[in-house]
Nanobody, 127 residues
Framework: QVQLVESGGGLVQAGGSLRLSCAAS????????MGWFRQAPGKEREFVAA????????AYVDSVKGRFTISRDNAKNTLYLQMNSLKPEDTAVYYC????????????????????WGQGTQVTVSS
């Protein structure tokens, strides 16, 4: 069974930075693409970023391009999201997710085809 545990959320002022981590259980982490999603109060869950099995392919929603960076350390079974120049509109619960088997990058890079989810970590950006 896949377990994903996020950490690193918190309260930060606008313009600040946070780095989220997602620790994955098991020995198959390196075989799957991973993604970050977020859900703000009263809104639907939104795709934020995705990364393929290596660092060579990554994709971002337009609103975070140039500010957020997704990365992974396959040796540590850990996914990261470096968030810089944070804005109040980035306030949300952030979730990491693992791709389902057999889903191509063309879908994963737009937030489709994820099968396993963490419990989320709260990020609050004050103005």
């Amino acid at each position: 069974q896949v377990q994903l545990v996020e950490s690193g959320g918190g309260l930060v002022q606008a313009g600040g930075s946070l780095r989220l981590s997602c620790a994955a259980s098991g020995r198959t982490f390196s075989l799957y693409a991973m993604g970050w999603f977020r859900q703000a109060p009263g809104k639907e869950r939104e795709f934020v970023a995705a990364i393929a099995t290596s660092d060579r392919l990554a994709a971002y929603v337009d609103s975070v391009k140039g500010r957020f960076t997704i990365s992974r350390d396959n040796a540590k079974n850990t996914l990261y999201l470096q968030m810089n120049s944070l804005k109040p509109e980035d306030t949300a619960v952030y979730y990491c997710a693992r791709a389902a088997s057999g889903v191509g990058w063309d879908r994963l890079r737009i937030g489709v085809g994820y099968a396993y989810w963490g419990q989320g970590t709260q990020v609050t950006v004050s103005s």
